[in-house]
């Protein structure tokens, strides 16, 4: 296995991937519609997880994502993982519309 390969993160597996299933899946939804919020977090879980199974390293991925309507209210939220800080790790996106808000956080494994 190569250095670059040795030092491959769980958050250069999970960039691209991560946002282009968001932006495929969540970013269209014109607005908050509580009734395909359950959804939604199934299609963007299960579309990342699918995609993140080809990874270069035999991690167990987990896909977390929380959608919430966007009132004024505030939001804090923090996730972390460190099993193995050589090789486990996390990746955290945040997408916006003009009415909704999503988090994912993916952690990554070693196997």
Not at 17 to 38: G, K, L
Not at 50 to 64: D, E, M
Request: charged share 20%; net charge neutral; hydrophobic share 40%.
């Amino acid at each position: 296995m190569s250095q670059k390969q040795d030092k491959y993160t769980v958050a250069e597996e999970a960039v691209d991937i991560v946002h282009e299933v968001v932006n495929r899946i969540f970013m269209p939804e014109p607005s908050y519609d509580h009734a395909r919020v359950a959804e939604l977090v199934n299609s963007i879980t299960d579309g990342c997880i699918a995609k993140l199974q080809h990874s270069k390293l035999p991690r167990k991925y987990i896909a977390h994502c929380t959608i919430l309507q966007k009132t004024g209210a505030g939001m804090h939220t923090a996730a972390a993982c460190q099993w193995n800080s050589e090789s486990d790790g996390s990746y955290v996106y945040k997408a916006e519309t003009k009415g909704m808000l999503c988090i994912v956080t993916v952690f990554g494994v070693t196997m």
